[in-house]
């Protein structure tokens, strides 16, 4: 079966979402041959993957996941990583200031892979347990309405994958699936696409998926973040339509702003940017953040549009509800005990 499916991939053709999903539980259960399973997975790659594809292997992933059950609608704002911008971790800070305006927000990430520093690896360098059980991040997600959900403890079967794509060195169709992976049913989201050519992909992939409103958002540069010193291109997903725009930062009243003010580095510089924003200092890091949060604002309903969501973005940070959340989300996943 498989020689049919790189057969009929090598060739250009794309796989039906059938032939997608099989392929992909034949190789979550090592039953491909390397050379075989690379062939696959580079030539998708070389074509570009397609909605189909992408949603069969995101199904047949998901079907193996570690749950996290909740019973709110919840939220989370990540990117497919790989614009190689190394900019600070914009993705992160968005989620605590949401969360800080009263969406409940389940952070699905991990450590770096294109990146310096990554979800992961910031959050615990800020004290933050990643390591805590399904049963505490739902519990901990209901409490103080945000949580952080390390990829590798819910998605264990990838591991039989990971030796080839680290041999292969290249993108492949894995690179895509992680933000559409969250082990919470979500009903927004938010994610940031590096590649240009797969945002109607990954859109079209978010609308099969039955979320209430999301976002698809492909920066100036490249940035898988919505850019804050530029102009970003926009696709809407309600349940049934598709809704595509631009969006100008400098005419929403951004200025002066540079992709090199936007850069992270190592764990400590990140950590000085993370903070510094939570501290409400007036720093370009501050405008990445509130332009990202306003939207993922607006698509959880709680702003009538990004302007509105700016400035509850701005008041969360000012206010030190942002700020506070993070030590709730310190103290929680570490003690179990909220801090009011």
């Known amino acids: 079966m498989i020689d049919r499916y790189v057969k009929k991939v090598v060739s250009g053709e794309f796989l039906t979402y059938d032939e997608a999903y099989k392929g992909a539980k034949m190789l979550l259960k090592g039953e491909v041959p390397e050379i075989k399973a690379a062939s696959l997975l580079a030539a998708m790659r070389t074509r570009k993957e397609s909605s189909h594809e992408i949603l069969g292997f995101v199904d047949a992933i998901y079907e193996e996941a570690v749950k996290v059950k909740v019973d709110m609608e919840v939220m989370d704002t990540c990117g497919t990583g790989g614009d190689g911008l190394n900019t600070f971790n914009i993705s992160t800070l968005t989620a605590l200031v949401v969360a ?53 403890h819910y998605h264990p079967i990838l591991k039989e994958v990971a030796p080839l794509r680290k041999a292969l060195g290249f993108p492949t169709i894995f690179n895509f699936l992680g933000p559409l992976l969250n082990p919470c049913s979500l009903s927004y989201q938010v994610m940031g696409v590096a590649d240009a050519s797969m945002t109607g992909k990954i859109a079209e992939v978010l609308r ?50 540079t992709l090199d003010m936007l850069k992270g580095g190592d764990l400590k510089r990140n950590r000085d940017i993370f903070l510094g924003v939570l501290e409400g200092r007036r720093i370009p890091a501050r405008q990445a953040v509130v332009i990202n949060a306003g939207a993922a604002l607006k698509v959880a309903g709680r702003a009538r549009d990004i302007n509105e969501g700016i400035k509850m973005a701005y008041e969360a940070i000012d206010s030190g509800k942002a700020r506070e959340k993070l030590r709730q989300m310190i103290s929680y996943s570490r003690d179990g005990v909220v801090v009011c």
């Open 208 to 257: 099969e998926m039955g979320l209430k409103r999301a976002m698809v958002v492909h920066g100036e540069n490249g940035m898988d973040e919505i850019s804050p010193q530029g102009r970003t291109d926009i696709l809407e997903v309600g349940e049934e339509v598709i809704y595509a725009y631009k969006l100008d930062a400098v005419e929403m009243g951004f200025h002066h702003i």
């Open 100 to 152: 800080a305006c009263g969406v409940p927000v389940a952070k699905h990430g991990n450590r770096a892979v294109t990146g310096k520093v990554g979800s992961a690896d910031i959050l615990e360098n800020l004290g933050v347990n990643i390591n805590i059980s399904p049963d505490k991040a739902a519990f901990m997600l209901e409490e103080i309405g945000i949580t952080f959900l390390f990829a590798p």
